[in-house]
Structures are given as structure tokens and as C-alpha cells.
């Protein structure tokens, strides 16, 4: 089956993205991620300068991680990243201040919309 994940959920302060990551990993095991679409607060999963403790678990390089080794693209809400001060070379103001982690990439809603489109299952967190 094709999937698409939605993680509506902050980086950090809930278990939402952490448990979205860990439904990747059990999904790709079995069935195909077409897309993850970062959304509202689950921007910051995407935000390079997100510096957890040495001692905590980093979910940003995770996602990257997880991203490189299955080939699933990793897709921040356009509009949703530039509200909350996400940018990518192409949206920033000023290019010393690009915050857009690697391997993430600032898509619209007719990307998301497309990969909805080819999907068996959509799960939201």
C-alpha cells in the first residue's frame, strides 16, 4: 500500500512527530511513503537551527536520516513554514538566514495534493 503521513505536530513539547517517525519506520518496512507533509506546527520538524540536548533524541537529523535511506520526500507546508520563519534560499529575505534543514523542501498544496491523489491510506498525526 501507498501512504501518505501528514505530521501536523511540533518537533519538540509532544509525542506527535516522535510517534509520527516511529509509524514511518513500522510502515516502510511493509508498504510504501510516498510523501511526508509537514504541516502547521509539525514545521519545526523541519527547521535546521532546532539544537536539542546531547543527551536527547534528534528528531530532525532522524527524519533526514529516514528520508536519505527510503527515499521518501520529506515536504514542509510552503505558506506554514514562511509564517513560522522557516525559509529556504528561494523565500528568504535574507540568504544568510536560511533555516531550512537538509533534505526538507518547501512544497505547496497542489504537491500535496497530487501525492493524496496516488495513495491508498493518508495518516494524520
Same mark, same amino acid.
Given at each position: 500500500? +501507498?501512504?501518505?503521513?501528514?505530521?501536523?505536530?511540533?518537533? !519538540?513539547?509532544?509525542?506527535?512527530?516522535?510517534?509520527?517517525?516511529? #509509524?514511518? =519506520?513500522?510502515? %516502510? =518496512?511493509?508498504?510504501?511513503?510516498?510523501?511526508?507533509?509537514? !504541516?502547521?506546527?509539525?514545521? &519545526?520538524?523541519?527547521?535546521?537551527? %532546532? !539544537?536539542?540536548?546531547? +543527551?536527547?533524541?534528534?528528531?530532525?537529523?532522524?527524519?533526514? +536520516?529516514?528520508?536519505?535511506?527510503?527515499?521518501?520526500? #520529506?515536504?514542509?507546508?510552503?505558506?506554514?513554514?514562511?509564517?513560522?520563519?522557516?525559509?529556504?534560499?528561494?523565500?528568504?529575505?535574507?540568504?544568510?538566514?536560511?533555516?531550512?534543514?537538509? @533534505?526538507? =523542501?518547501?512544497?505547496?498544496?497542489?504537491?500535496? &495534493? =497530487?501525492?493524496?491523489?496516488?495513495?491508498?491510506? @493518508?495518516?494524520?498525526?
Amino acid at each position: 500500500m +501507498d501512504y501518505v503521513l501528514v505530521v501536523k505536530q511540533p518537533v !519538540y513539547g509532544s509525542q506527535g512527530a516522535f510517534l509520527a517517525y516511529q #509509524l514511518a =519506520q513500522e510502515l %516502510v =518496512q511493509k508498504h510504501r511513503i510516498c510523501q511526508i507533509f509537514f !504541516y502547521q506546527e509539525g514545521i &519545526s520538524n523541519g527547521n535546521a537551527l %532546532v !539544537y536539542p540536548a546531547n +543527551d536527547e533524541f534528534n528528531l530532525v537529523n532522524a527524519w533526514q +536520516d529516514f528520508a536519505r535511506r527510503h527515499n521518501v520526500p #520529506l515536504h514542509l507546508c510552503v505558506a506554514a513554514a514562511q509564517r513560522r520563519g522557516v525559509v529556504d534560499e528561494a523565500s528568504a529575505a535574507d540568504k544568510s538566514a536560511v533555516n531550512l534543514a537538509n @533534505v526538507f =523542501q518547501l512544497a505547496g498544496l497542489g504537491e500535496f &495534493s =497530487q501525492a493524496l491523489l496516488r495513495a491508498d491510506r @493518508v495518516i494524520t498525526l
